[in-house]
């Protein structure tokens, strides 16, 4: 009896902290995976490797499809990709309730999504999240790369770009 508990104990122990590991690689390869093929190729093999994914990683999921387009060869399965992406996004979103990191990923692939997918219609909205719940994101690999990402973009005004400095 004993050794059922402390199995039992060992397994509850082990997922979150295995749960949380994956979470934060999938945030620290992130801002890479836009230009690096092989980063991008190994977080969507880590995606598929998760069995239950919270919605959180079902965001990052579509992040990392909708970005595997960038580096798809052929125009199909660069729509393919991307559309897997936008999906599993929007599902994310749905199910999320307004988590920040989740309008964050959807404001990243939106604002580098080319015209031609019809894919930018919430960009406004996201980055009102973002900036809003910015100083409450718990998460410093994710805060950083908040921040890398707008002060690279034109989304931000002049005071809103001289608080993220």
Same mark, same amino acid.
């Given at each position: ?6 199995? +039992? ?7 979150p902290s295995k749960m949380q590991s ?9 801002s890479s995976a836009s230009t690096n ?22 965001? +990052?999921?579509?992040? +990392? ?37 989740i309008h964050f990923l959807r404001l ?10 019809? +894919? ?46």
């Amino acid at each position: 009896m004993a050794k059922l508990i402390l199995c +039992y104990l060992f397994i509850f122990s082990v997922q979150p902290s295995k749960m949380q590991s994956s979470l934060e690689q999938l945030r620290q390869a992130y801002s890479s995976a836009s230009t690096n093929t092989e980063i991008c190729r190994k977080q969507l093999d880590l995606i598929k490797e998760i069995k239950n994914p919270t919605v959180l990683e079902l965001a +990052y999921s579509g992040a +990392y499809h909708a970005m595997w387009a960038e580096h798809a060869t052929s125009p199909l399965a660069k729509l393919n990709s991307f559309k897997k992406g936008r999906d599993e996004l929007e599902q994310a979103i749905r199910d999320g309730k307004g988590n920040t990191e989740i309008h964050f990923l959807r404001l990243t692939i939106q604002y580098h999504a080319p015209a031609m997918v019809r +894919y930018k219609q919430n960009i406004e909205e996201d980055l009102q999240n973002v900036l809003t719940n910015y100083d409450q994101v718990s998460s410093e690999t994710l805060k950083k790369n908040i921040k890398k990402f707008l002060i690279q973009t034109d989304l931000l005004s002049n005071e809103q770009r001289k608080k993220m400095i």
